[in-house]
């Protein structure tokens, strides 16, 4: 099946529609930055915006379906050719500092000393596994000189970390002649984020390469597709930033990837109680490779009421923790012979040895669930305000969902839609990996701007008076947003 070309522009209108006039400065005071630094402007640019996901927490990595649109925060990056090095730099040069690195593409990142310069070193390696693996020839290394400027909230769960990691591999495709579709650069992304220390499922990186202006979409996996799924009319996603820094990278091993590991013992335990055998259970990486086995099982009226997954995992996973030992004895051998080669999964076993399998599962089953059924709502034949209505409630269950059975939310998340739910939202909950970041709420368009009015005053407002945001900033911590247009390339006379 043929992929999505990535796009070349001559002009911001074609990208941001009307909100070119906005973004203009940004790309300006880029160029400026780059010519001051390297006394040349940079030979392209190239963004990539981040996302809000709508439904579908957490559940990619286990191989199921998400619903993301892409947001009009994005990142940009300047790109000229000169010196031996890698030198980026930070149009926000006060926040991140100037680093250099080794042009080599085979240098090893120091995975376990996080600075963000290792998402550009990310793409670098990136974009050369790539095209080593299609057996394409390495073109001559040169120095790149590199300026980045941001303004999707770093820790906000709106996914800074793909959008700086996929407007980075755009730009170097470019640089050294390679052409790769958008739906090849999104997986390949996803896999090079292991570099910062994080096993991300690839929603991301897919949804920021291929979103698209007005249309949210459903992504799928291996390989990643998405489709187009319209939203009803009359309502807005509203997106207010906790303020709760969670970073990926830096808080990875006790949340995000301490799930992950997790959910693959989940799955290897689950396997093994269906009758597997140990050596065939050991081998199952996601929940999902577990739903022919389960059908097959719980076909009829004993999985008819909450689904076959679900009934398993109640039926089969008790609740509470499981230790390593006991997971040790189910699956006859040592966890760590699961996870040989992944450093990130090393560090996981390394400090913890409790895990809950049960709770784990059972949000991964049923959140797997509402994301088709969120898409069935939007393609479906009710009323506007039906679908709304629809949609909110599977928003709702989503957030008690994460708060309950993944605990990856926080009490900041919890105040915002608490607050969000009392001021006319119709659904709200934690979008991104959670424990901190943003909030997305489903509000009716005529009830955003008393909305928007009501969570500055009682929830962001008060932060700027802490120091903990600014005035400047504040349009980018709390807005109404549809959905955007992914990552292209811009050759530009600025």
Request: include cysteine; proline fraction near 4%; charge should be negative.
């Amino acid at each position: 099946m043929a992929g999505t070309p990535i796009s070349t522009h001559s002009d911001l209108e074609s990208v941001y529609g009307e909100g070119a006039a906005a973004v203009r400065d940004r790309y300006v005071a880029l160029s400026k930055a780059h010519h001051a630094r390297f006394g040349t402007k940079p030979e392209i640019f190239a963004r990539a915006p981040g996302r809000v996901n709508l439904i579908g927490e957490h559940i990619d990595y286990e191989g199921y379906g998400v619903l993301p649109m892409a947001i009009h925060l994005d990142t940009i990056v300047g790109v000229s050719r000169g010196g031996a090095d890698l030198t980026i730099t930070n149009v926000e040069a006060h926040k991140y500092g100037d680093l250099t690195f080794s042009a080599d593409p085979d240098q090893t990142v120091d995975v376990g000393k996080h600075n963000w310069g290792n998402y550009f070193l990310a793409a670098y390696k990136g974009v050369f596994e790539t095209a080593a693996a299609k057996g394409l020839p390495r073109p001559d290394i040169s120095g790149l000189n590199v300026t980045i400027q941001g303004t999707v909230p770093t820790g906000s769960g709106l996914s800074s970390s793909a959008a700086i990691v996929c407007a980075a591999s755009v730009a170097l495709m470019h640089v050294y002649g390679f052409d790769f579709t958008k739906e090849e650069v999104s997986e390949f992304t996803a896999r090079a984020e292991r570099y910062v220390g994080v096993t991300s499922g690839g929603m991301d990186q897919a949804i920021s390469m291929l979103g698209a202006r007005g249309i949210a979409k459903l992504v799928e996996f291996d390989p990643v597709r998405a489709h187009d799924v319209p939203l009803p009319a009359g309502a807005t996603f509203v997106i207010c930033n906790s303020l709760a820094v969670s970073n990926k990278a830096e808080s990875a091993t006790g949340r995000y990837n301490l799930r992950v590991v997790e959910c693959r013992l989940a799955a290897a335990v689950l396997a093994a109680l269906l009758g597997e055998g140990r050596e065939a259970a050991r081998a199952v990486r996601t929940l999902k490779q577990l739903e022919p086995v389960v059908a097959a099982r719980y076909s009829g009226p004993k999985g008819s009421t909450a689904g076959a997954p679900l009934a398993a995992v109640h039926e089969l996973l008790h609740p509470g923790t499981y230790s390593a030992a006991e997971v040790e004895e189910i699956l006859g051998a040592p966890l760590a012979s699961l996870f040989e080669g992944d450093a990130s999964a090393a560090l996981v076993l390394a400090a913890f040895r409790d895990f809950k399998l049960h709770d784990r599962a059972a949000h991964v089953y049923s959140e797997a669930a509402r994301v088709p059924a969120f898409r069935d709502v939007c393609l479906g034949h009710g009323s506007a305000d039906e679908k709304i209505a629809a949609l909110g409630k599977l928003m709702d269950d989503s957030q008690a969902s994460c708060r309950d059975l993944y605990e990856c939310s926080c009490k900041e998340l919890d105040q915002v839609v608490a607050l969000a739910k009392a001021n006319g939202a119709i659904g709200s909950r934690l979008t991104g990996a959670g424990w901190g970041g943003c909030t997305v709420s489903l509000v009716k368009d005529e009830d955003v701007d008393a909305f928007l009015r009501v969570l500055t005053e009682e929830y962001v407002r008060p932060l700027i008076a802490e120091g903990r945001l600014t005035e400047e900033t504040l349009s980018d911590n709390i807005f109404a947003s549809k959905p955007s247009s992914g990552a292209a390339l811009l050759k530009l006379d600025l």
